[in-house]
């Protein structure tokens, strides 16, 4: 469901039969299947937010918003400066951040349905963008990433390596965050402000806000 009450669908069923003839009943403005869309399978769920019925989104509004939030808070305004966002998806995070003025290079293994203006997209594995962003090192003040609940363990070296002043970790599996930050930690940097978000009440899931400042110059 988006802003304006608009319904799109999404099934990885190569082929849906009578999928085109539901599009304008009931609200429903577009669908998409593996192989094909009919209508407009691409909807503004949020301000700024576009995506598909198979895209990722939070199942709270309220939590959301808290995320993005705590997000922006952590990095404080860009004033320019430059941000690189891994996990990006369907920019979720990317709109916060280029609202609080940060110049963004969006990296994720999928572009997003309707890129941002003004966002540089990679669209390549973690690992595979960082190796090709490695020349660019010390050039971003703030990493932001939002991985899956497996966490980010194999980045965190990399992420060192490029020397951000900040890195702002979003995660929803308390157990891969911790031992991932460890490994920052161990790495020169320093854990400010964990924040968590109860985004799916009444399970044992929870969203983390984790903000680190590095510590040590690297050298």
């Known amino acids: ?3 304006s009450g608009q319904i799109a669908l999404a099934h990885d069923a190569p ?21 094909g869309a009919f209508g ?7 301000p700024g937010l576009w995506g598909r019925a198979d895209a990722f989104a939070q199942a709270s509004a309220q939590a959301n918003a808290a995320i993005l939030a705590e997000v922006v808070a952590a990095l ?5 400066r430059a941000a690189l966002e891994l996990f990006a998806g369907a920019g979720n995070l990317t709109r916060a951040i280029v609202g609080a003025g940060w110049q963004v290079v969006a990296c994720d293994v999928v572009a997003p ?10 669209v390549a594995e973690a690992q595979v963008a960082l190796r090709q962003l490695a020349p660019r090192r010390g050039t971003f003040a703030a990493v932001v990433l939002d991985p899956p609940r497996a966490g ?4 965190m070296p990399m992420l060192a390596d490029l020397a951000p002043e900040q890195i702002v970790y979003v995660s929803c599996d308390a157990a891969t965050l911790a031992r991932d930050a460890a490994q920052l930690v161990a790495l020169g940097y320093r854990a400010l402000r964990a924040q968590p978000i109860d985004a799916m009440p009444q399970t044992s899931h929870v969203e983390t806000v984790l903000h680190l400042t590095r510590a040590t110059r690297a050298t």
Do not use: D, F, H
């Open 113 to 122: 349905a309707r890129p941002m203006p003004g966002v540089e997209l990679l």
């Open 40 to 46: 407009e399978p691409v909807i503004e769920l949020e």
């Open 1 to 3: 469901m988006s802003i």
């Open 152 to 155: 980010a363990r194999e980045l």
């Open 15 to 35: 082929s849906w039969p009578g999928a085109q003839a539901l599009v304008g009943r009931a609200g429903v403005v577009g669908l998409a299947t593996a192989t």
């Open 76 to 80: 404080g305004p860009g004033r320019g």
